[in-house]
């Protein structure tokens, strides 16, 4: 099977700066697109950005000039730098990767996968 591993949320001021890292692991053929969504209280989940395999970046109007995305493909793993945090960043931030697993009979099943979550709080 496949496992989305998150790290690197915690506590801090506004202004204040988090990397979060999320690592693949297990019966992986190959990584298409990987993202980061976060999920604020009382909300529904949102995209925060998007990167393909070759490196192409998208990001939410609300994070651009102020979060990047960053994957390293031998490490199957994304990153989100978040610098400038304002309070309003405030939520639960998950990983998901669309991942092609080897299923036998030289067949190839491309799913999503997601994290579990990791949390971020920004005090004012």
């Known amino acids: 099977q496949v496992q989305l591993v998150e790290s690197g949320g915690g506590l801090v001021q506004a202004g204040g700066s988090l990397r979060l890292s999320c690592a693949a692991s297990?019966?992986?053929?190959?990584?298409?697109?990987m993202a980061w969504y976060r999920q604020p209280p009382g909300k529904q989940r949102e995209l925060v950005a998007h990167i393909s395999s070759g490196g192409i970046t998208n990001y939410a109007d609300s994070v651009k000039g102020r979060f990047a995305i960053s994957r390293d493909n031998a490490k199957n793993t994304v990153y989100l730098q978040m610098n400038s945090l304002k309070p309003e960043d405030t939520a639960a931030y998950y990983c998901?990767?669309?991942?092609?697993?080897?299923?036998?009979?030289?067949?190839?099943?491309?799913?999503?996968?997601w994290g579990q979550g990791t949390q971020v709080t920004v005090s004012s």
């Open positions: 998901k990767a669309d991942i092609r697993r080897l299923i036998g009979g030289g067949m190839v099943s491309l799913d999503d996968y």
């Open positions: 297990g019966n992986i053929f190959s990584i298409n697109t």
